[in-house]
T-cell receptor, first 112, second 115 residues
Framework: EAAVTQSPRSKVAVTGGKVTLSCHQTNNHDYMYWYRQDTGHGLRLIHYSYVADSTEKGDIPDGYKASRPSQENFSLILELASLSQTAVYFC???????????FGSGTRLTVL | AQSVTQPDARVTVSEGASLQLRCKYSYSATPYLFWYVQYPRQGLQMLLKYYSGDPVVQGVNGFEAEFSKSDSSFHLRKASVHWSDSAVYFCAVISASSGSWQLIFGSGTQLTVMP
């Protein structure tokens, strides 16, 4: 069973603060993704990566950075958190982009 | 632009009733299509996928979906729902252009199964 683990499960941050969300996968997958989910909306892609030490922009990258230090780990970084970044964030992985995604259980971020 | 539309934000059915959740896609070529389910406080899990071949695909837990090119649809069905099927269901399509692949999600349908 593919496993994607996110930490923390939830976080409260202050406006202007730095936030780092972490993701770890044990699937040996090449691709990893960060999605954002807002109430009443589908998932939107923030950043993705297909190899360690390289990241790519998704549909809504503004205000976010990503880091892929190894095949197993993928982080999402909010340098200056804003109220509009309150959402649930999901990490996912797969072997290649047209295949099934395996999701973590999400991180609920609240920016005050 | 490629897109996926789920016209029903919320669907309520009684336990044991049949179910259809609607999905319409906009894509010029033959699409790769998925249905994902999100149970409360969990990540998404794939229910089924369609790449080619038989337009009716079987998924987990008795779900199936039918691809229709003429109607640009990929509706999800189940013959008899259980209370545990209450969840949010997402339709998604893979869009590929110029070597770049992108998974596009619909806005989701919240399914509530009444006992």
């Amino acid at each position: 069973e593919a496993a994607v683990t996110q930490s923390p499960r939830s976080k409260v941050a202050v406006t202007g603060g730095k936030v780092t969300l972490s993701c770890h996968q044990t699937n040996n997958h090449d691709y990893m993704y960060w999605y954002r989910q807002d109430t009443g909306h589908g998932l939107r892609l923030i950043h993705y990566s297909y190899v360690a030490d390289s990241t790519e922009k998704g549909d809504i990258p503004d205000g976010y950075k990503a880091s892929r230090p190894s095949q197993e780990n993928f982080s999402l970084i909010l340098e200056l958190a804003s109220l509009s970044q309150t959402a649930v964030y999901f990490c996912a992985s797969n072997y290649w982009r047209a295949e099934t995604l395996y999701f973590g259980s999400g991180t609920r971020l609240t920016v005050l | 632009a490629q897109s996926v539309t789920q016209p029903d934000a919320r669907v309520t059915v009684s336990e044991g009733a049949s179910l259809q959740l609607r999905c319409k896609y906009s894509y010029s070529a033959t699409p790769y299509l998925f249905w994902y389910v999100q149970y409360p406080r969990q990540g998404l899990q794939m229910l089924l996928k369609y790449y080619s071949g038989d337009p009716v695909v079987q998924g987990v837990n008795g779900f199936e979906a039918e691809f229709s090119k003429s109607d640009s649809s990929f509706h999800l069905r189940k013959a008899s729902v259980h209370w545990s099927d209450s969840a949010v269901y997402f339709c998604a399509v893979i869009s590929a252009s110029s070597g770049s692949w992108q998974l596009i999600f619909g806005s989701g349908t919240q399914l509530t199964v009444m006992p």
